[in-house]
């Protein structure tokens, strides 16, 4: 027998219009429940193509926004007028309609680097967004997560552990791939495990059988086996085809 694979919730649907209405009554739900104990309540959105329908469904569900902070798991080093910045994503598809009064908390400032940024942001992210209640990740083809990408720590491995230990010793990190064009900043898995509600947002089948090699397999060194191996609690897997 085999080793046993990571634990890991699954809700499967048939299409990513359903997937987006679940996922934003679940997200909705963790909200006023965070809401209720103590008043205010901080959610972390991933960026890219995926989210923008569960986005706008979000943004539909009656809760009190004004209270909720919205940051995003990771930011390419774009100001947020570009059409890749995921905080453009954020104020595009998310604060409108009942969510428009919700607070966004940036992680990109108008420096050359995102390495000239990383303690403020650093800073006003730990002050005033964790810890997360909700956090949402998305996954690339290549078993990436936030910007936490397989190359982390290529050129200085001590990043690679801060990045992905459960306990690692900072909330953001200013990263650099040679998988995408940018430099990025990211939250880290430390930061994104003070979530006690840990959803993977996946669409497509490439991907699922990339998660599910990551669930299974041992010797697997992908950023999202990091995110199955080291989560306080299982991740809830939302996917659809
Ligand atoms: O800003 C980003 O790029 C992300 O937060 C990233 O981690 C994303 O979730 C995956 O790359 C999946 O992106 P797609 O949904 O576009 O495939």
Redesign the pocket.
């Given at each position: 027998m085999g080793p046993l694979p990571l634990p890991l919730h699954e809700r499967l649907f048939d299409d990513g219009d359903q997937l987006a209405q679940a996922l934003a009554r679940q997200v909705a739900a963790d909200l006023r429940g965070a809401l209720a104990r103590h008043g205010e309540a901080c959610v972390a959105l991933?960026?890219?193509?995926?989210p923008k329908r569960f986005f706008q469904a979000l943004s539909l569900q009656t809760l009190d926004w004004a209270r909720v902070t919205v940051l995003p798991?990771?930011e390419?080093w774009l100001p947020p007028s570009h059409p890749r910045s995921?905080e453009k994503l954020l104020r595009d598809h998310l604060l409108q309609n009942n969510a428009a009064v919700a607070r966004v908390l940036p992680m990109y400032r108008p420096t050359e680097t995102p390495e000239a940024a990383l303690m403020p942001v650093l800073t006003r992210i730990a002050n005033e967004g964790l810890p997360l209640d909700v956090a949402v990740l998305?996954?690339?083809e290549d078993g990436?997560?936030?910007?936490l990408f397989p190359d982390l720590g290529r050129d200085n491995p001590a990043l690679r552990e801060i990045g992905l230990q459960p306990q690692g010793r900072a909330p953001v990190i200013a990263v650099r791939t040679q998988a995408m064009p940018e430099p990025r900043m990211s939250l880290t898995l430390s930061a994104l495990f003070t979530a006690p509600a840990l959803y993977l947002h996946i669409e497509g089948a490439n991907k699922r059988a990339l998660l599910d090699t990551a669930q299974r397999d041992p010797r697997c060194t992908l950023p999202i086996r990091a995110v199955l191996s080291g989560a306080p609690v299982p991740p809830t897997l939302y996917w659809s085809p």
């Open positions: 991933s960026g890219g193509n995926t798991v990771d390419r995921n998305g996954m690339g990436h997560v936030a910007s």
